[in-house]
């Protein structure tokens, strides 16, 4: 969660001085510590699925129809992405919204190209065809 939501490089469990700082706070964890930005990466990564089949799986109790919203935007590095939201009540008639995939738009922001980021996502979702779609 550290590297997550401060949002450092994974190469950062590669650094001498990061490395320095674990074996400080502990010489019995030494053997467990990563070494490899590339671990860092696949950890989240498998916790990203895990989230994401969870959330499909919930989507399938919705109480509501589930609403979707999009929304386009350029990375600092230049990327043009599109994410897509979901919003809907749950079993508990708890009020939710998820984040449930961020795809590069290739081209324009034109509605075609949008389409062809936020479909596959909703399809990998399995939400279903009558969701209403909402543009940001």
């Not at 699925?49 to 230049?78: C, M, Q, Y």
């Not at 509605?111 to 939400?127: K, Q």
């Amino acid at each position: 969660m550290f590297i997550v939501m401060c949002n450092i490089a994974f190469s950062v469990v590669e650094s001498q001085y990061f490395q320095a700082l674990l074996e400080s706070c502990s010489h019995a964890l030494k053997p467990f510590f990563v070494t490899a930005g590339n671990t860092v990466k696949k950890w989240i990564l498998e916790e990203f699925e895990k989230k994401r089949l969870e959330i499909k799986a919930e989507l399938v109790t919705a109480r509501s129809r589930i609403h979707i919203s999009f929304d386009g935007w350029s990375s600092p590095n230049g990327l043009a992405l599109v994410g897509v939201i979901v919003h809907y009540l749950d079993k508990d008639l708890v009020n939710r919204s998820y984040l449930i995939g961020m795809r590069r738009n290739s081209g324009a922001h034109t509605g075609e190209n949008i389409a062809e980021a936020v479909m596959p996502v909703l399809l990998e979702m399995g939400i279903p065809s009558k969701a209403r779609l909402f543009h940001s």
